[in-house]
């Protein structure tokens, strides 16, 4: 079996990563075919923290008559429900998760204590971490982000749309060229994109490595825990 890399790691998932093709609702395969992946991780021994997104349920640029700060209360329960559901199918698989909440709703999520957070890593639970910030403004990247520090995470993992960071855009210039390795800097000052510039900040001022890979690799998650060459380490 693979040794990880990785001691503890915290994963960001778009919500569209629970979707189906469309991008939009919960799809149970989906869900499953993350699980199969995050159970095989925890057999590992790696500690895991999750973000999620809520992009398949909500995005707050949908509404051009809401105030901002409406919306981005919307897509932060958005996140809970698909914390929730994705908690649900861990519990299925014999995978032990807990949801903490940044925004309180105790009755369905524990309200997000970090030192607890921690523990429950320690003892081998899966944390989902949902309601974003708690704050609007902020993406779910830099909710991912500043999780990372407080939980002292080896590694950021960046599952999204492509697999990996270019040098312009793949799906509009087929000689895009992906990079293995770029600096924090050089993704803010040429505006790659990959996350937002509070996010990068974050990551960079607590040297926490960021690896960007494809969501939609079946074994993605697996190969960037143990170290196989995957997507674009950011550091």
């Known amino acids: 079996m693979a040794q990880p890399k990785y001691a503890r790691v915290l994963l960001k998932i778009s919500g569209e990563a629970l979707a189906d093709q469309s991008g939009y609702g919960i799809s149970e395969q989906s869900i499953d075919n993350l699980v ?5 991780v925890v057999a590992l021994g790696v500690q895991v923290g999750i973000v999620v997104g809520g992009g398949n349920i909500w995005r707050g640029r949908q509404s051009d008559v809401m105030d901002k700060v409406t919306c981005d209360h919307m897509g932060m329960l958005a996140t ?14 014999g995978v032990p998760a807990m949801v903490q909440s940044a925004v309180k709703i105790e009755q369905v999520a524990e309200t997000l204590v970090v030192k607890k957070a921690i523990k429950h890593l320690q003892n081998g639970c899966i944390v989902i971490f949902a309601g974003g910030t708690g704050s609007p403004f902020f993406t779910t990247d830099t909710a991912a982000a500043l999780r990372a520090a407080e939980i002292k995470a080896d590694c950021m993992l960046c599952a999204k749309a492509s697999d990996g960071i270019y040098d312009s855009d793949p799906v509009l210039n087929t000689n895009a060229v992906r990079f ?18 509070t996010a990068i900040s ?7 490595p960021v690896l960007v890979f494809g969501k939609h690799d079946k074994h993605g998650i697996i190969n960037a825990v143990t170290g196989e060459k995957v997507g674009t380490i950011i550091e």
């Open 180 to 197: 293995d390795r770029i600096s924090y800097m050089e993704v803010i000052n040429r505006n790659l994109q990959a996350m937002d510039v």
């Open 36 to 40: 199969c992946q995050l159970k095989e």
């Open 80 to 93: 809970v429900i698909n914390a929730l559901a994705l908690q649900s199918h861990l519990e299925m698989a």
């Open 202 to 208: 974050i990551c960079k001022e607590n040297h926490i």
